[in-house]
Every structure is written in C-alpha cells, then in structure tokens.
C-alpha cells in the first residue's frame, strides 16, 4: 500500500525539524528522514558540511548512512527518503546505488535539482535504477527556511 500525501506531510516535519537543527552548526537547512518498509522512522539527517568538513555530509547522505546500519544493509529497498529540497547529482546517485524507490522532497532546487528541475537523474531510464519522486511537499514552508538562512548570510 502507498503512502497517503498526509503521511508525506508527517514525515515532512520530521525533516524540517533537522533542517532547523542544521542551522546551529552554520550549515545550510537541509533535512531528511528515512522511512522503512512498514511506515517506521529509521535514521534522520541533516547538512554536516560545514560541522564535519565534510564536502559530501548532505542530509541524503547522513540519512541513507544511518538507515543503513539500522538495517545493517547498504540496499534500501521499500524504503521512502524524504527531504526537504530536491536532491542534487550527488545525493541522487547515492538515492539510486541504495535501492530506494521513492523520494519525497520539499522545495525545488533551481541550480542544482537532480530530481526534476535541472536534472532528472532519479528517473532516467538510460540508469540501471530508478526511483519515483514526489516533489513540493510543504514546498513553501522547505523554501522559506533556506530563502531566510541565505538572506542572513548575504547581508
């Protein structure tokens, strides 16, 4: 059974609450969550780069890093990531290497979204995997986090 656009909306909070989270550490407000098969939470994670000095600490990243010792698998399947900005190159490429199937994001990443916007690497069928993106849930309140972080670091 698929996921109700309510429980996108539930998880979403999850999300946001570590977008929120990353914003003490400098970081940009990127959060996400890992949902598990039967609808449980199973890792949560947020931009690290600048508290880990680490190029690759986005939230996708921590996230599928923690589900996966959760499960203590690298392949994700069933799995739902949500986030709450369209992922990048990056983070999709590690979205289809984990097998997961469904990504759910928040606001659209005009210069760097790989899940629809610049690219569409998460539904490309010349990729030996695939996975179905559901984008702009809570779109407002996912751009607005990132449009205030930037407004107060540009002055």
Same mark, same amino acid.
């Given at each position: 059974m698929l996921p109700t656009p309510e429980r996108y909306r539930d998880w979403m909070s999850v999300a946001l609450a570590e977008a929120r989270a990353a914003v003490l550490t400098g970081d940009v407000p990127v959060g996400a969550v890992v949902i598990g098969p039967g609808g449980e939470y199973l890792s949560t994670g947020r931009n690290a !780069?600048? +508290?880990?000095?680490?190029?690759? *600490?986005? *939230?996708?990243?921590? +996230?599928? !890093? +923690? *589900? *996966?010792?959760? =499960?203590?698998?690298?392949? =994700?399947?069933?799995?739902t990531l949500v986030v709450t900005l369209e992922p990048c190159a990056m983070c999709a490429g590690a979205i289809l290497a984990a097998r997961i199937p469904l990504v759910?994001?928040? +606001?659209?990443?005009e210069k760097a979204g790989a899940a629809g916007s610049v690219y569409d690497l998460l539904r490309d069928r010349r990729l030996p995997g695939r996975a179905d993106v559901v984008g702009g849930v809570r779109e407002t309140e996912c751009a607005e986090l990132l449009t205030t972080f930037f407004e107060g670091h540009r002055g």
């Open positions: !780069r600048e +508290a880990w000095d680490d190029p690759t *600490a986005h *939230a996708e990243i921590t +996230a599928i !890093r +923690a *589900a *996966a010792k959760v =499960l203590g698998d690298w392949q =994700l399947p069933g799995c759910v994001f928040g +606001a659209w990443d």
